[in-house]
């Protein structure tokens, strides 16, 4: 199957700070990217949505300015999140999804915040 | 918001089937199901989707009911390693628009 994935896989920062993830589909091309947030216990929640070279679909109470998705090419997205705080301090996955209209996810990565 | 409702929690013994069931009663025509599952700490993972005909790979069996209202995912012989939070999921939307949704999902647990 086709395989996507994400780096890091983990990552510490101290609050006030900007953090970037990557996401990437390794054996085909991504036409649209997907970012998903999961808090403890709970299940995936959906943040954005992204083709390739246009600008990111937020969804209702997602802060654009705060979640930054950059979606340049076919293979890659980047999500930042810019001046974390500890209560961004959660599981962020991401899922590509290319011609078949099929979703695949990536590993996923723990951000901290200190 | 999810179109879908699960039971929190299922068990099953080894070598067992495991079914889960999954309510989507207000699933539109053109609308697949789809279930994921996600092992503790993992990105989900894809089991199997359909529309109207039941469906089987390799991991499991989906079967859909003819008024498409419920379907019951069927892994026909549990393995420790199936124990997972399965997610029951109606794709919204259409062709290149299409998202995943995730509801609260079952955690199942396969007991030795």
């Known amino acids: 199957g086709a395989v996507v994935s994400q780096h890091p896989s983990w990552v510490i920062c101290k609050s006030g700070t900007s953090v970037k993830i990557e996401c990437r589909s390794l054996d085909f091309q991504a036409t649209t990217m997907f970012w998903y947030r999961q808090f403890p216990k709970q299940s995936l929640m959906l943040m954005a949505t992204?083709?390739?070279?246009?600008?990111?679909?937020?969804e209702q109470g997602v802060e654009k300015d705060k979640f930054l998705i950059n979606h340049a090419s076919l293979t890659l997205s980047t999500l930042t999140v810019t001046s974390a705080h500890p209560e961004d301090s959660s599981f962020y996955i991401c899922?590509?999804?290319?011609?078949?209209?099929?979703?695949?996810f990536g590993p996923g990565t723990r951000l901290t915040v200190t | 918001d999810a179109k879908t409702t699960q039971p929190p929690s299922m068990d099953c013994a080894e070598g067992r089937a495991a079914n889960l069931p999954c309510n989507h009663s207000t699933i539109s025509g053109n609308e697949y199901v789809y279930w994921y599952r996600q092992i503790h700490s993992q990105g989900p993972q894809y089991i199997i989707h359909?529309?109207?005909n039941n469906e089987t790979n390799e991991m499991a069996s989906l079967i859909i009911t003819e008024d498409r209202k419920s379907s019951t995912l069927i892994l026909p012989h549990a393995t420790l390693r199936d124990t997972a939070v399965y997610y029951c999921i109606v794709r919204v939307g259409g062709g290149a628009t299409n998202k995943l949704i995730f509801g609260t999902g079952t955690l199942l647990a396969v007991q030795p």
């Open positions: 359909g529309l109207k």
């Open positions: 899922s590509a999804r290319g011609t078949t209209h099929e979703q695949y």
């Open positions: 992204s083709n390739e070279g246009s600008k990111a679909t937020y």
